[in-house]
């Protein structure tokens, strides 16, 4: 059976794993990014792919931020890893690495998992939202990933959350739904410190009743279920998939159906669009290694 070296590269660090082609995983684990600069950052890559070279690797497929043309592994942008962009990485490793390279944005891959054997199984349209510092995001139309005319398709973060207002990152969906919006919602109820409370603090309190962190994450998803609705009214999708850490905490989701309900319970039958399914993403920290294997497998070949 055919080996694959997959790569999800983020903000602190690079995960990394060798799947079969049915996502099998035979061997995990994680190291550092490299802020030093491009040349650390291939050497990085070089010395993942000889660790597991005596495996007949067959390609090497990643994930990473960024706006990236997945077709042939141009990084147009790279998010934090500044040395990355204006680079076509699969020309320069190509120069050191002697099977094929893929790379695919980091949230899209995460929807091409969804669609190959998790949420979005069967879909026709759908958006997969990533809930993190910012939100990604990823739309699928006709049962394909949707990446627009500029590969930037699904860059949810920067829609205004302010239409009253000139556009500014003050007051985008990023600030308003990032998750340390959540946990500050969550300091301001308790007089807290924000820095000493975090998700999981948050989500324990939740789950033993705590009525602060319950109002505070009922607060956070108002803004979630507005931009949902908004973007139904746009892309009319039968599914919303919500991924990211604290897309496994079956409380948000309640909460989160909840809310669009009752915001949409005033317009029932007024309104043009249909409230979708909301579900929460299948695959945790292998959904964007999962979806770079899938770019490689269906999508390059």
Not at 9 to 14: L, Y
Not at 172 to 181: F, T, Y
Request: net charge negative; glycine share 10%.
């Amino acid at each position: 059976m055919a080996n694959y070296l997959t790569i999800d590269v983020g903000g602190t660090n690079i995960k990394y794993a060798v799947m079969d082609e049915n996502a099998e995983i035979a061997d995990k684990g994680e190291i550092p990014t490299p802020y030093e600069g491009l040349e650390v950052f291939i050497d990085t890559i070089v010395s993942l792919y000889e660790k597991y070279a005596d495996q007949d690797i067959k390609a090497v497929a990643m994930s990473a931020p960024g706006k990236i043309d997945s077709s042939c592994g141009y990084f147009y942008t790279s998010g934090a890893l500044k040395y990355v962009s204006g680079v076509n990485l699969a020309e320069r490793l190509a120069e050191r690495i002697p099977v094929p390279f893929a790379a695919e944005n980091d949230a899209k891959a995460a929807a091409l998992a969804e669609l190959w054997m998790g949420s979005m199984h069967g879909i026709t349209n759908g958006a997969v939202i990533v809930l993190g510092t910012g939100i990604g995001g990823a739309l699928i139309f006709d049962g394909k990933l949707y990446r627009g005319s500029t590969f930037a398709a699904g860059e949810f973060s920067v829609i205004s959350s302010r239409l009253d207002k000139p556009y500014s990152t003050q007051c985008n969906w990023a600030g308003q739904n990032g998750v340390g919006s959540l946990v500050k919602a969550y300091a301001e109820r308790i007089d807290a410190d924000p820095k000493e409370l975090n998700g999981r603090i948050l989500f324990s309190k939740a789950n033993e009743g705590d009525e602060m962190a319950l109002d505070a994450i009922r607060y956070y998803c108002i803004g979630l279920a507005t931009g949902i609705i908004s973007l139904q009214s746009i892309i009319d999708v039968q599914r919303v998939s919500i991924g990211g850490g604290i897309s496994r905490q079956p409380i948000l989701l309640d909460i989160l159906r909840e809310v669009i309900a009752e915001l949409n319970a005033p317009y029932e039958g007024q309104m043009p669009y249909t409230i979708p399914d909301i579900q929460p993403c299948s695959f945790g920290n292998d959904a964007n290694m999962i979806g770079a294997l899938y770019h490689y497998l269906y999508e390059m070949n």
